[in-house]
């Protein structure tokens, strides 16, 4: 590699070819960097700092030379990068880089002791630890919502234990499985009036008293959503096949089937009666709203000295 330099005969000539030079050292940096694998990265990235800071010394010396020597001659111009007959390929380069990693590595001109001792960042435990701290956060927010919240549930339960207590109650549980007013109703009259009857013949009395009273019970097949009432026969059809939830409407007709006067105690409110003018045993049944997973629920009420 020679290193006498001939410089052309005009300076836009020369600074073309110094426009030419940078354009060609961008494009090795670029591959250079393209090729680099994460061991060799560090000094690539040292090894391109110096490649553009030795053509800018070479460019400057150039035109300074240039300009002392208006006519043209040849001078020599000291240059440590390859001109034409050698080029300079990123291939090159990185093959001097990895030899240069097995014997002693380059060290980055101007690095300061603290740099060079900086430990490489985790990003991963950096992640992890972000995960957790955002979801002992959201646990911390949760906690406090619920601290924050009414339960419904547990005052529905308190107020019932002593709205029992008050009338000499006592809670017997019913499964929660759509059939629970039935249910209720069910073992109020085995326990009020020793009658045994199952969950089946009670949805069909229910069913044929409306039929029989269809006046009577009209006015509750309102429909909010349509404006329109519904008719009774597809109802009563539903009512008598399927495990359909029992309201108002059967309570009812259970009481003028049985004739006898049915309360249902709730909380948080006086209790309803149906059917007063009833003349047999009166049946008691406890009314929930919060307490079950299914929502609103009947559960059979006893007296005391009846368990």
Known sequence: MSDSIELPSTK??????????????IATITGLKKQA????????????????????????????KFD???EGNEGDVSNDMKNDDDEITP????????LKDETTPLSPPHASTESQAKPKRNRQKERLERRKADLERIKQEAALEAANTVDYRQIEID?????????NLSLHEIKPDGHCL?????????????????IEELRKKAGDYMLENKNDFIPFLFDEQTMELRDIEPYVQELVSTAMWGSDMEILALAKCFDCPISIY???ASTHKINEEGNNA?????????????????NSLRDLDQN
């Open 12 to 25: 836009e000539e020369l600074l073309a070819r110094h426009k030419k030079e940078s354009r060609d050292l």
């Open 37 to 64: 694998t994460k061991k060799t990265r560090k000094n690539v990235l040292i090894k391109c700092s110096e490649l553009e800071h030795q053509l800018a010394t070479k460019h400057k010396s150039e035109l300074q």
């Open 68 to 70: 002392q020597d208006s």
């Open 91 to 98: 291939e090159k380069l990185l093959a001097q880089i990895e």
């Open 159 to 167: 107020s019932m234990s002593q709205l029992l207590a008050l009338n």
């Open 182 to 198: 039935f249910a209720s109703i069910q073992d109020q009259l085995l326990v009020r009036q020793q009658q045994e009857v199952t």
């Open 266 to 268: 709730m909380a948080g």
């Open 282 to 298: 009166e049946l008691k049944l406890g009314f929930y709203k919060h307490s079950y997973g299914l929502g609103e629920h009947y």
